[in-house]
């Protein structure tokens, strides 16, 4: 097979300058050198097959380089200084086999050098990032005061990395040392709600340095910040919500989360209300589901402090929640006795 190979460089080396050149000995020449690149090939097949694959690796793309790099340096040499064509060819051939050698070399040298394990756990490293900007969420300030996103956290219900943009921080800070005694609370609760979650072992939050001079607006930052990140945001603010939609930015709303968590009711239904106050409306009474949901029971002022059954009538749903109206239930009467003498 070796033997099959040399031969056929040989008559192929001839063969190619014979259809260049009409000189009889120039031609033979091309016998020789397809004969000296058989055996070389050979010689270099051996060499491959006790290399290490990065020296094979390392091999290959140094000679693609440097057979680029000399074909690069050939033709505008050929083009502009060259009027001769076997000076072209001779300078063709030797300049591919001078940095084509070159690039082999070096590429092989420098293959042995390559770690491959460094070169995948840095690619690995890489592409984990990536998914992780991509399901990162980004939170604002109301989200933090609201302090339920702690628990849900802890559900393990949110995936993903938790970005906090610094000027959220700074928002928090500043409703910290506000002189209302209710806006220093919740600022104070946001604070720790965010300590909170760098302490969750489940959670990964990172703090965003990224600053957008050219927008004032708190919301317009976070949606510029969601946008550049490629991120969603975590909010339960409504009007966050609508500009955030307007930008084609995702929005995972808290509110709108709970309120599809909570149970299903039907008109008709009968529930067991505590009544713990009037309504607006004369004669209604106001009590409240486990979940918050507030309950208008018609004619029940007269029963607060008391547990009542209510009917359902109908449900009213708005973006802060839902409301249930109802009407106190009818009260069975008990069946007279007949008694038989």
Known sequence: MRLLLVVFAAFSGYLILRQIVSNQDIAFAGF?????????????EERVNKASINIVIGGGAGLIVGLIIANLLTYPLVLHFLNNTHLEFSAYIFTNCVIGYLGLSIGMKKGEEIKWSTLLNLLKKNNEEERSLASSLVVDTS??????????????????TLIVPQFIIEELHYIAESQDPNKKTRGARGIEILYHLQNEKNMDVKISYDEFPDTKQVDMKLVAC???????????????????????????????LANALKPV??????????????????????GYLDDGTMIIIDNANKHIGETIDATVTSILQTTTGRMIFSKMAEQKKPASVITVA
């Open 143 to 160: 989200i933090l005061i609201d302090g339920r996103l702690a628990d849900i956290c802890e559900t393990n219900f949110i995936e993903g």
């Open 32 to 44: 020789v050198i397809g004969t000296i690149i058989a055996l070389a090939a050979l010689k270099f």
């Open 265 to 286: 009711i039907l008109p008709g239904e009968v529930l067991k209300i505590h009544v713990i106050k009037t309504g607006k409306e004369q004669g209604q009474g106001v």
């Open 226 to 256: 969601a946008k550049k990140l490629n991120s969603k945001i975590l909010t339960n603010d409504i009007n966050l919500n609508k500009i955030a939609k307007l930008h084609g930015v995702t929005v995972l709303n808290i509110n709108a």
